[in-house]
């Protein structure tokens, strides 16, 4: 996607792809197949580029600081991309700035667990500091025991934890930041997020939350922008709670929360990333229309692609497909519907992703 926002504004992008069949090959000829964990392939990847940027935390830091090192420019840097790449780090920024997490501390052993549980009681939540994506590296913990096995099932593969307190959530909220070297930056309205099972099943734009707690969430996005020096996308994970926000992560790339923008917003999030590494004139995040709902497409059934024509006859329905090989519960496209009314947008976005997905048309609604 955002391969398809740089052809329109005439940018040449190179991506470097674990093979030839990444799902970038449907929309770039500039795939460079290489491994982000080879120092040397990184390097002959930059060489001659103007900037480098990311879709994933997965380049270890010491390569990003050799390629720093080496003079090339790397948007966002090295510094900022941490706080994306290791949630110890990114939860002790953020306590440093006074700014509101979840409690937490890092897990060394179970009395860790034990310390989060007597102050703020049962389940306890743990996670990977690094490395988790979609709910893997999150696990829930109701006792002692459970703790420990976590514990030891992570130590044995030298996986740092963090034991935090288990949220009593009112709702999930992102809120996406594009923002240029210079430190100009928009944001786009607050997104409620839901999640199934740790996996993010639908957003609905703007977030059904009061709006002075959705101005409050965009000034603090705005907040952790520039004191990280964010460059581009920077999507901030938000728990809403009776007391207020907290924020839970925090993702320096295009996000699958702003996948509504394509159609929802004047200016996607994938063209402001561009825009944005690129130090160019930032778009704009105004919505298109009173409702956006965005539903993942997970692979369950059948290919999506045979269920093209039930979902493409759902009035309204903006289908995008990423080309990615089914499997069960892998993120293989998204629907997003514009409307007046939520209830609506939803009905339609679930109707067409539930034909995509090769369940029952309606099963998901
Ligand atoms: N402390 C917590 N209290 C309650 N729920 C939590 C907590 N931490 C995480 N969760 C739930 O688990 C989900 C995934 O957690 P988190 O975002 O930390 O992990 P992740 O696997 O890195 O996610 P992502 O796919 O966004 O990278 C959250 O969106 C939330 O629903
Ligand atoms: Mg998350």
């Known amino acids: 996607m955002t391969a398809q926002a740089a052809t329109s504004l005439g940018v040449e992008l190179g991506v470097l792809a674990a093979d030839v069949d990444d799902s970038a090959a449907g929309a770039t000829r500039g795939i460079v197949v290489g491994s982000t964990e080879s120092r040397e392939e990184l390097e002959a990847f930059a060489a001659g580029r103007d900037v480098v940027t990311f879709d994933h935390e997965l380049v270890p830091r010491e390569h990003l600081l050799a390629l720093e090192d080496a003079g090339h420019v790397l948007r966002p840097g090295a510094d900022a991309l941490r706080h994306g790449q290791d949630k110890g780090h ?11 997490v979840p409690a937490h501390r890092l897990a ?57 307190e288990h949220v009593d959530l009112v709702r999930e909220l ?92 004047v200016c996607s999030q994938f063209e402001n990333h561009v825009r944005a590494v690129l130090d160019l004139p930032l778009g704009e995040t105004a919505p298109t229309a009173p409702v956006a709902v965005t539903v993942n497409i997970l692979g369950a059934g059948a290919e999506p692609a045979r269920g093209l024509g039930d979902a493409l006859a759902v009035p309204g329905a903006h289908v995008h497909l990423y080309g990615k090989a089914h499997r069960p519960g892998r993120k293989l496209g998204h629907v997003t519907v514009l409307g007046r009314e939520v209830e609506e947008a939803r009905g339609r976005a679930h109707r067409a992703a539930a034909a995509l997905s090769g369940a029952t048309i309606g099963a998901a609604a």
Do not use: C, M
């Open 90 to 100: 990114q939860r002790r920024r953020l306590d440093e700035l006074g700014l509101p």
């Open 174 to 265: 992102a809120v996406l930041v594009a923002r240029r070297p210079g430190g100009e930056a928009v944001t786009y309205p607050a997104i409620e997020t839901v999640q199934r099972a740790g996996v993010l099943r639908e957003l609905v734009v703007p977030a059904r939350t009061g709006v002075g707690l959705a101005a409050e969430a965009r000034e603090l996005a705005l907040q952790i922008a520039e004191e990280i020096d964010a460059v581009g996308i920077l999507a901030v994970e938000l728990f809403e709670t009776g007391a207020g926000l907290l924020v839970n992560e925090l993702a320096l790339r295009p996000h699958n929360s702003g996948h509504f923008s394509i159609e929802g917003a």
């Open 108 to 164: 060394h052993g179970v009395e860790d667990v034990e310390a989060v549980a007597a102050e703020h009681g049962w389940p306890v939540v743990l996670k990977a500091t690094r490395g988790g994506y979609d709910g893997r590296g999150v696990w829930v913990i109701s006792d002692a025991g459970a703790g420990r096995a976590v514990l030891e099932r992570a130590g044995a593969e030298g996986v740092e934890l963090l034991a935090e």
